[in-house]
Every structure is written in C-alpha cells, then in structure tokens.
C-alpha cells in the first residue's frame, strides 16, 4: 500500500471522474463522487503525512518504467517540499465542493477532478517529462472553467492566459529536450529523472541557456512583474473555485517549480539570475501593491495583492538564507489558506450582490456580521495580521532581506504597509460606510460557515503555533539549504 | 515461381479488388454500402496476408528473373503496405455515412481508392527509380480523378486541374532527375546507384546530385513543403471529405516511404548534402504554413494549412537524418503513424459533420457543438490536442523524438523554430476547441447514433490517448511503445 499511495492520491480524482463520465452520471450522484474522492484524498494525505520520516528525504517513492525508447520514466515522490503543497491541496479541495454545493452545471465537478489531478501530479512527479505532463494537464481544466463558466472577456480571457502559459511551458519543453539529450550525450543513454539528471554539469552559457528556458515557464506561472499581463483578466473572469486553485496552488506551483527543479539542476546558474529576479521581484512588490491600491474589481484586487506576496515568496526564495527560505515556505502555505479563504468571500460576495465592484458595495458590517467576520478575517490575514501566519511568514522574509542588504530590507518591508493601506481602505468602503446598492442579502449559512471554518482555523494555529510544523519541514530544508549555501561559497 | 506469386499477393489482391469493384459498380444489386464493405474486404485480405509475411528480416525482390531488381520486398515495405491498407480502409468506414449522405459517389470510387492504394504499395516496394515514377504516377493519376470526383461542385474539377497541372510538371522532374542519374550512373536500379554513391571518390558525382535534387523537387511537391505548397490549401479544400483525409494521411505517409529508401539508402553517403537546403526548405515551410493556417476561417482550410506544419515537422527529421542522427528514421515514422491517427479522426469528425448538413464549415459552424454533440466535441479535442502536441497524446511523443532528433543533430535553432511553431499551432486548434465549448447552443443536444463511423472514430481517439500514455500493460494494442518499436523495426530492416 505505502509504496503505491502517492499514485492513488494523484490518479483518485481522475479515475472517479472516468466512472462517472462513463456511466453518465447524474449531477447527484456526481457532486457525491466528487466530494468522496477530495475526502477520500485527504485521508490518503493525512496518512501520508502520519507515516512521513521528516529526516527520510525523498519517501514512498515509486520508481517505473513508462516510455521505454524514450527513458521516460514514471517517477513520484514526497518530501518537504512536496508535502506541503500537497497538503494545501487536498485541504483546500473539500472547502470547495462544499463552496459549489449547488452548482448544476457537471462539466464544473468534472473539471474540478481533473484538476485535482492535475496539479497534484505536478507537485509529486520527478521526472521531468512527467512533470512536464501534468504541468499542461492542469491548464486544460482552468482553460475550460474560464471560458465556459467565467464572466466578462472569458472567452478572450481564457485564450490569453492558455497561451501565454503555453508559451512558458514549451520553453520548459526545450529545456527539458535539450537536459535528456546531454545526458544522452554524456552516459549514452535516454533519462529524464530528476535524480539521474541532477549529476550533469553544463557549460557556463548552455546552463544560462537552459536556467531561462525553466525560469520563463516558472515565471509566467508565479507570475513575476513582465509576465503578468494574463493574471488580472483571467482572476477577474475565472469562476471562484478556478480562482482559487491559481492562486492558491498553480502560482505557488511556479515557486515550487524553481525549487525543486531550478536547484537541483542548476544552483549555481540560477545564482547568477538571482540579482535580476530579486529586482525584479521587490519592483513586482511595489508595482502590485499600487495596483492594488487602485483596484476597484475585489477579484482583481486580490489578484494583484495575490502578485504582490508571490513576488515576495520569490525574494524570500532567491535570498537564500535561513530565515528567508523558511519564511518562503511557510508563505506558500500561509499565502495559500488565505487567498482560498478570501477568494471564496468574494464568490459569496458576488453571490448576494451579483458584483464584486468595490464602489457598488458597503455597509455590510450592519446587516451581516458572521459574513463580516469572516471577510475581514481573511483579508487582514493575507496582510499580515499579528496573529495569522502570514504574520510569521512575512517577518521572516523581512528579516531575511535585512540579513542580506538593508535597502533590499526597507523595500520589502514595505510590502506589509502597502497591504495594510489597500486592505483597510478595502475593508472600509465595502463592510462599513452606506450600502451602495439594495441588494436583499443574509448573512452567512451554516453551510458556509462550515466550509470556511477549517481555514480560519488553520490560519490561527500556523500563527500562534508555528512550532506545531516546523519539526516536520525543518530538518529537510536546513539540509537542502545546507547544500545550496556550499555551492554559493564554491562560487565565491 | 507459385511462391513469388504468393508473395506478391497483398499487391495483387487489391488490383483484383479494384477490377471487381468496377465490375460490380454496374449492377443494381450492389449498392454503395456494400460496395464500400467489398472495398474494405480486399484491404483487409491485404491486411492480414501482409502482416503474416512481417517478421523476417531478408529482402528478396520480386521474380528477380524477369523484372530484375526492380521489387524489392523487406520489411520496411511491408510495413508501409500495412499502413496504406489500414489507411485507406479506416478512410473508407470513417466516411461511411459521408458517402451515402452526397448522390455523386458510385462503385468507381471505391475502384479507384483501391488503385490508388496499389499505387501506394508499389512506391514502397519500388528499388529502381522508374518503377518509383510509374507507382508515383498510378497513385497520383487515381487520386487527380478522385478529387474532382464532385463534377457539379463549381471548386472540385478546379481542385482536380490545379493539382494535376501542378502534379504532373512536378512529375517531369521526377523523370528528368532519373535521366540524368541514369546518365551518371548507367543504370537506375537504387542496387547501382547505391554502389555508384558509395564509391563517390572514383566519379565527379556533380549529374547524381543534380539529378537527384530534381527528385527531391517532386517529393516536396508531394509532402507540400513551402515553395511548392501553392496546391494544398485549394486542392484539400475542393476535393471531397473522404479524400482530403487520404490525401492528408495515406498519401503522405506512401511519398515519404520512397523519400526514406532513397535518403537513407541510396544516398545516404551524400546526404548531408542537401542539409542547408532542407533546412531552409524546413524554416519557410514551419513559418508559411503557420500563417496560412492561423489565417483561415474554414476548418478544412486550416486542417490542410496545418498540414504544411506537419511536413515541416517531418522534415526538421529529414535534415537532421542527414546531419547523422540516430534517432531521427524512427522519429519520421513514429511521426507519420502519430499525424494520421490525429489527421484521420480530425477529418473523420468533419466529414461526419458534413454528412448531417450540406455545408461549408466555418469556425463560428461550431460555437456550441460541445453542447450539441457532447461526445464528439471530446473526441474532436482530443484530436486537436494531439495535433498540437499537448502531452499525454500521441502527437506530443511525436513532436518530443522529432525535436530531440533536432537537438542530437545540433539543429538547436531548428528545434526551437519547431517548438515556436507548436506554440503557434496551440492558437488556431485551441481556438477550434475554445468555440466548440465557450459558447451556447440554441439547438437541444443530439443523441450519438451509434454505426459504423462513429466507432471508428472513437477508436482512432482511444488510440491518440493510448498511444500518448499507453504502456505494453494489453497485448496487441500497441500503446507509445509499441509504436516507436514498429518504427525501429521498419527502419532496421531497412539497412
């Protein structure tokens, strides 16, 4: 059994959604199949986790061979890094089905399951063509939900964001090619795991070469400033559960992307990125943030809000000390339970007002105060609110970038102000002040109290008690970082 | 002498079938249906004798006695018989209601389809460069006629006279490349010419090169690489649903049989040659035939402007075959076999689609079609999705040994044209996909009718997902394995 769960976790959801499209399920028997495979996943995961060695580095791998001619290789495993992801998702995935609980429409759960899929095979598989597999298979579900579901511009929308992510992914692609053909070159034989490939030393110029072909896939994903131009259109058109697995998962899956594939293949090129990603990324936070500030669609709101932490996680990342790499990672998750909380508030939101336009709402502090609670909640979580992770994790990046250089440090630190200024000037003209539109509305329902609880108390635990998870990740990163530290003092 | 005869059966059979079919073609009794299962029969009796005859490794040639060296029978060409006859049979059940849904089809097509396909079957087994331009010319000549088969269609006989204009001046180079190699070498058998090349120091080989250029103008013709790809776009478009795909498919697949005996073999020594050209042939045919496909609003158009792209894909092989990579032979054929399982379905749902209404179909024709005809709306992404090399498809595998060909070769600037022409073909088949799904329908959903057509196309959908992901877990499907291990075993025979 152990030896085979991560691929039952992966391919849970796909082969529920298979029965079910097969025997044409009804839209009943649908939404209890969906929600039995996010709940049959979460136990899988929980199980996971339960038997996960926090020192074992690489677990329950399973290692097949699949394309044989090609040295294609079915390789899935967990660690750290993995787990964390793979936790959000199969977390944030319940709270979901609860959140479309009264969607009729199938094409919705189907596509919802096959993203599930999709991105947790992505964060599992360590074969580059593998990974490279579910990186395009998670795009087809969002591209469809988009264009299909979305509001707006979604039909132009959707074509926008497939093909600017397209564009990232098929550089990958080349790079990917161009990898197994030098290990071809080198040992004589065809390999794209990432373990066989991790050995090979490339040139100077071909590593730079190869660096940007990942880093351009990865960097549209995240997105950093540049390569933003789809993420405010699509988060604005994208129904609310796509919205918050982008946010919550797929963007994180770019940090992800140059963790676990940036360093283990290059370290010391990426090294050489690193001066013009950390500008790019502190011009991102800043560039974001004011964006946000003007902002009056709260989707798009938070999707710039959204841009802004990412490029912090992406700092945090490329700072590479201690503090910074812990923060990132304890960002990603923090990051994660708040975006879903808050996108999931701004689908309710869009609920009772059919609008998410900020100028058309107010005054809702006096008629619905749980609904109140739990917006404000979330939205000064993801600002950082003493109290919440996020709180933690951004103080740490901070202090991290104070470690490294003291400018780099007061920029980043404004990051935490700027949030503070939008999100209150939000929380103000739409909870509090004269209601802006007569819209007759409750508060929130026992069902979606439900669905959101989990996440408020998540954030609440990763806030007060940070020490509950660090012994599960600590150790591995240490390590990881251990390794980085000595290639970075190689080069110098 | 019984035994030669026996071996030249697979080819036989499908004349005699095609006589038969005239013949029959006259009496009321045999409708089109039947006609059409007759057809399929003699393909599949050609099928089966063929596939039994796969698996030793010698090449023998053909009542050496009487034709000389003219036949050879490997392994190679046998197994491009076996796609011309799954070929053209998968063409003529796909279409089985396309056929029965228009009045101007009757028995002689079927005939002609099976000449055509004989045409095919002596290209591949052709080893003497006349006996190549005769099968060329037999199945050329059929599908000239076949494409202008709609006589009362005002862009049909245009099709058929662009095409046949065009066809058989390419065909003059064809003959003139031949006299000049026979000039050089004094013989035209590829045994000769072969020898000849090898011992290239001995001779000025300037006239082989010539000649031989000339050659390679009529396969670019063929295949529609840029320069010479004016015919395509109006010639698939005219010529009826049935036809286009044979063409897109079968027939591309029989040009590129002789191009690789005579690239691989023959001329393999003085192959690289030809490189700089290719590429250059390969640069313009990737770019010209992506803005041609982008440009169009009708799908067939943009089916026939795509299939531009995919020769050019096929070609960034051919040049790195002659810049010595090891990977590139099987990668074309794995290729071939992957661009007609995709361009045999795509087509397919077209033609299906044409046979319920009488028209044109335009992109907006499939705003909704998801909702129509949710199960066809699946297979027919499935089908773009392969064509655009999306992974988990077989198109994808396809794509992947091609560019990794490019690479071993040290095209890098090919190979990335090649992946910046994916990307481009992402837009105009994600396009078909997003209006088939993105838009309403104002029409109630259809029932699938479930004949004849409609399975086959499932099929060759199942087959695109399994030959992307399948492993050899069920024996006799070949998954993305098998299919790669069909193509080493061709082109090792042929050595």
Do not use: C
Request: aromatic share 14%; no cysteine; glycine share 8%.
């Amino acid at each position: 059994m152990m030896e085979y769960i991560l691929s039952y976790i992966i391919f849970l959801p796909l082969f529920i959604a298979i029965i079910l499209g097969v025997f044409r399920a009804e839209i009943k028997v649908l939404k209890i199949g969906a929600m039995f495979s996010s709940v049959a996943t979460l136990f899988l995961v929980a199980w996971t986790l339960y038997y996960f060695d926090p020192h074992g580095g690489m677990q329950f791998t399973q290692n097949i061979t699949w394309i044989q001619n090609a040295g294609i290789r079915y390789i899935v495993g967990v660690d750290y890094l993995s787990l964390i992801l793979l936790l959000l998702i199969s977390l944030l995935m319940p709270p979901l089905y609860i959140y479309m609980f009264h969607e009729n429409r199938k094409g919705y759960w189907y596509n919802m399951m096959l993203l599930q899929t999709g991105v947790t095979g992505a964060v599992l598989s360590l074969d580059l063509v593998l990974f490279y597999l579910f990186w395009e298979t998670m795009l087809l579900p969002i591209f469809v939900m988009i264009g299909k579901y979305g509001n707006g511009l979604h039909q132009y929308n959707s074509m926008k964001i497939i093909l600017m992510t397209i564009l990232g992914s098929m550089s990958m692609l080349f790079s990917i090619m161009y990898i197994g053909y030098v290990y071809f070159d080198t040992t004589g034989m065809w390999s794209f795991s990432l373990t066989d490939l991790s050995t090979l030393s490339f040139n100077a110029k071909t590593s730079i070469w190869l660096a940007a072909g990942f880093l351009l896939a990865f960097a549209i994903k995240i997105p950093i400033v540049g390569f933003h131009t789809w993420m405010a259109p699509a988060y604005g058109s994208s129904p609310t559960p796509a919205v918050v697995i982008m946010s919550s998962i797929m963007a994180k899956l770019g940090i992800y992307g140059i963790w676990r594939f940036g360093f283990d293949l290059f370290d010391t090129t990426l090294v050489y990125y690193a001066p013009t990603i950390i500008a790019l990324a502190l011009i991102g936070l800043l560039y974001y943030a004011i964006r946000a500030i003007t902002e009056d669609n709260l989707r798009k709101m938070f999707a710039y809000s959204s841009g802004s932490h990412l490029s912090l996680i992406a700092l945090g990342l490329f700072l590479t000390n201690v503090y910074a790499w812990g923060g990132s990672l304890y960002f990603i998750a923090t990051h994660a339970l708040a975006s879903a909380g808050i996108f999931i508030m701004i689908g309710l939101t869009y609920k009772r007002f059919k609008t998410v336009q900020i100028s058309a709402l107010g005054g809702i502090a006096s008629r619905a105060p749980l609904f109140t609670f739990f917006f404000a909640f979330f939205a000064l979580s993801i600002a950082g609110l003493p109290g919440t992770g996020g709180f933690v994790a951004e103080l740490l990046i901070i202090i991290g970038a104070f470690k490294v250089n003291m400018w780099i440090g007061i920029v980043t630190a404004t990051t935490i102000l700027s949030a503070m200024l939008y999100i209150f000037w939000m929380l103000q003209r739409t909870l509090f002040g004269t209601s802006n539109n007569d819209a007759t509305y409750d508060d929130l329902t026992l069902r979606e109290v439900i669905m959101l609880l989990p996440l408020v108390i998540l954030l609440l635990v990763t806030g007060i008690a940070p020490s509950l998870f660090t012994p599960i990740f600590e150790p591995q990163l240490n390590a990881a970082l251990h390794d980085i530290m000595i290639t970075i003092e190689g080069l110098k | 002498m019984i035994t030669q005869l026996f071996i030249a059966l697979p080819m036989t059979i499908i004349v005699i079938g095609a006589l038969i079919l005239m013949l029959l073609s006259h009496s009321k009794r045999f409708n089109l249906d039947r006609l059409n299962l007759i057809a399929v029969f003699f393909l599949a009796i050609s099928f089966a004798l063929q596939y039994s005859n796969i698996g030793d490794h010698s090449s023998t040639f053909l009542f050496p006695n009487i034709f000389g060296e003219s036949f050879i029978l490997d392994d190679f060409a046998r197994i491009f018989d076996l796609m011309f006859t799954a070929g053209a049979s998968l063409t003529l059940l796909i279409n089985h209601d396309y056929f029965k849904s228009r009045n101007y089809f009757n028995g002689e097509y079927f005939a002609l389809i099976l000449l055509s396909v004989f045409g095919m079957m002596i290209l591949s087994h052709a080893h003497e460069l006349v006996t190549a331009f005769i099968a060329l010319e037999i199945a050329s000549l059929s599908i000239y006629a076949l494409v202008g088969y709609h006589k009362k269609n005002r862009v049909s006989p245009e099709a058929m006279m662009k095409y046949m204009i065009l066809g058989s001046m390419t065909g003059v180079f064809f003959i003139l490349g031949t006299a000049l190699i026979y000039g050089a070498v004094g013989s035209t058998s590829l045994t000769e010419i072969s020898l000849y090349v090898a011992n290239k120091e001995d001779h000025d080989i300037t006239l082989l090169i010539v000649g031989s250029s000339f050659i390679m103008i009529t396969i670019m013709f063929k295949i529609g690489a840029v320069p010479f790809h004016s015919w395509i776009m109006d010639v698939y478009h005219g010529a009826p649903y049935p036809l286009t795909m044979f063409m897109a498919s079968t027939f591309k697949i029989a040009i590129f049989a002789i191009a690789l005996r005579l690239y691989l073999v023959s001329f393999a020594p003085i192959n690289a040659f030809w490189s700089e050209l290719l590429q250059i042939i390969t640069i313009i045919t990737l770019l010209g035939g992506s803005w041609l496909a982008i440009s169009q609003t009708l799908v067939k158009r943009m089916l026939a402007g795509s299939s531009i792209v995919h020769s050019g894909y096929l070609l960034i092989a051919m040049s790195s075959l002659g810049l010595g990579s090891e990977v590139a032979a099987p990668a074309i054929m794995f290729y071939l076999i992957a661009y007609f399982l995709s361009a045999v379905g795509a087509f397919g749902i077209l033609s299906f689609i044409a046979s319920q209404n009488k028209r044109q179909m335009t992109y907006d024709d499939f705003k909704g079609f998801a909702q129509r005809r949710p199960y066809m709306a699946l297979m027919m992404s499935i089908f773009m999705l392969s064509l655009a090399g999306f992974p988990s498809t077989i198109g994808f595998l396809g794509k992947f040994y091609i560019f990794t060909s490019a690479i071993e070769s040290g095209q890098i600037l090919l190979a990335g044209l090649g992946i910046l022409t994916a990307f481009i073909s992402v837009y105009y088949y994600f396009k078909l996909i997003a209006i088939m799904y993105f838009y309403p329908s104002d029409t109630p959903q259809k029932k699938l009718p479930i004949d004849i057509s409609t399975i086959f196309i499932a099929v060759m959908a199942l087959l695109v997902i399994w030959g992307g992901i399948g492993t050899s877990l069920i024996p006799f499907i070949p998954g993305a394995d098998g299919f790669i291990d069909i193509a080493k075993q061709t082109i090792s025979s042929l050595k």
